[in-house]
């Protein structure tokens, strides 16, 4: 949202005080399919079969039933369905004020589609990126990868579109995370990063181990300093500074999935968030009534970063664009 005019970004928080105003779910992502042409080994979409997948329409509806303040529209990979762009189209012209992004992992985005993508008037392009290589292509198990990503990402932001990279944080890439940065910078792009969770596919591959975790701390005081210097790393200083509490074993209460952020499938079941099971479709979910959810398993920012208290100092940052 940082990338965005001061009238855009006045706008975006005075949405946010209605929407809490309100008590609305702050985002909604809508799962447009499980489908996925990614084989990631820390995710376990592209193993399901086929779902039933809600029409244009249905992912209309779910937006005039609980008025988020902002949509996240991802997969699997969302661009596996011919209409992705219909939908998105649609839920952002659909009357009211919204926030309204994507998450892809780039292999669709020729500048055709990307050129498309843009006139939709979608706010933010969230594009995966884990390493700031050709290792990319073996994360994804998708040859030439990082070659469409490395051309696509600066040509859409020389376009004008807000892009943001969004980078799972572990041990694998940990020594990349600050390259991941200046990429993003140099690109012309943001970056989000998320600590690695063991739900999604039970691997534990991918966790710090004790002896990397003094490297972590080293790592996220590296990526403050380029978010002050730089403005190229999105993420809260307060979701950095929770981040080796949880690694070293510390739960993190007070998550407000199934409340303030909720998951709705490509059928149309709402999830609390991406790893919680179905509870009920989204036309009978009511989110006030629910009990909050006491799960500590994850510290990812879908979650993090919705916790991360609200101060002057990030209201005055949200409007100078810092």
């Not at 500048?111 to 050709?134: C, W, Y």
């Not at 990397?212 to 210097?229: F, G, I, Q, S, T």
């Amino acid at each position: 949202m940082y990338s965005h005019p001061f009238g855009a970004r006045l706008r975006a928080i005075g949405a946010i005080a209605l929407n809490r105003l309100r008590d609305d779910p702050l985002n909604i992502t809508l799962e447009l399919t499980r489908r996925c042409n990614a084989r990631c080994d820390y995710c376990n979409h592209w193993k399901e079969q086929k779902q039933t997948e809600q029409e244009l329409g249905d992912f209309v509806a779910v937006i005039d039933r609980f008025r988020p303040f902002s949509v996240t529209v991802c997969g699997g990979e969302p661009f596996m369905r011919r209409d992705a762009l219909d939908i998105l189209r649609a839920v952002k012209a659909h009357p009211g004020w919204r926030y309204v992004s994507i998450i892809t992992n780039g292999w669709f985005l020729g500048e055709d589609k990307a050129a498309k993508l843009i006139d939709t008037g979608i706010d933010q392009i969230n594009v995966s990126l884990n390493f700031p290589d050709e290792r990319q292509d073996a994360d994804r198990k998708l040859p030439g990868l990082y070659k469409k990503i490395s051309h696509i990402v600066p040509w859409m932001a020389a376009r004008g579109a807000n892009v943001q990279l969004n980078t799972i944080l572990m041990n694998d890439n940990l020594d990349d995370a600050a390259a991941i940065a200046r990429q993003a910078r140099a690109w012309g792009a943001t970056v989000m990063f998320t600590l690695y969770s063991e739900l999604p596919a039970d691997n534990h591959a991918h966790l710090f181990p004790p002896e990397r975790l003094e490297r972590l701390d080293e790592v996220l005081a590296e990526l403050r300093a380029l978010k002050r210097r730089e403005r190229a790393v999105a993420n809260t200083e307060w979701y950095f500074d929770m981040i080796p509490s949880y690694a070293r074993g510390t739960p993190i209460p007070g998550c407000t999935a199934g409340k303030k952020t909720l998951h709705v499938s490509p059928g149309g079941m709402v999830r609390p968030c991406a790893e919680l099971a179905p509870v009920e479709h989204f036309s009978r979910y009511d989110h006030r009534a629910i009990a909050p959810v006491t799960c500590t398993r994850c510290f990812q920012a879908c979650r993090g970063e919705v916790q991360a208290p609200i101060t002057i100092r990030r209201a005055v940052e949200a409007l100078r664009g810092a």
